[in-house]
Nanobody, 125 residues
Framework: VQLQASGGGLVQAGGSLRLSCVPS??????????YAWFRQAPGKEREFVAA???????AYADSVKARFTISKDNANGFVFLQMNSLKPEDTARYYC??????????????????WGQGTLVTVSS
């Protein structure tokens, strides 16, 4: 499944953004998948941000816990990442990813086999 991420932009520190991830085709399979957000800052490796299983179980990186919320719109197959209290260190390209169902949300990239093109988030100080 192809994924399209959107919602990035430039925001001041302390502000909020909401990222969206939409599968190009919504089938019975897309509703059964697990989803995640990863990010990659310039010169750094891609890192896990948040994940959600098809049943709604979530997991977060320690660096975003209590500031970011991942959610799903099961009716439309959308996945969202609400980002509050943004910090300059959150600046990165954010990627949504999808993978086969696992009972626990996975935080490693190899668990996901479909990736979007990414959306750029820039947080100014």
């Amino acid at each position: 499944v192809q994924l399209q991420a959107s919602g990035g932009g430039l925001v001041q520190a302390g502000g909020s953004l909401r990222l969206s991830c939409v599968p190009s085709r919504r089938t019975s399979s897309t509703y059964k998948m697990n989803y995640a957000w990863f990010r990659q800052a310039p010169g750094k490796e891609r890192e896990f941000v948040a994940a959600i299983t098809r049943s709604g179980t979530t997991a977060y990186a320690d660096s975003v816990k209590a500031r970011f919320t991942i959610s799903k719109d099961n009716a439309n197959g959308f996945v969202f990442l609400q980002m509050n209290s943004l910090k300059p260190e959150d600046t990165a390209r954010y990627y949504c990813a999808a993978g086969p169902f696992r009972s626990s949300p996975a935080s490693t990239a190899r668990e996901y086999n479909s990736w979007g093109q990414g959306t750029l988030v820039t947080v100014s100080s």
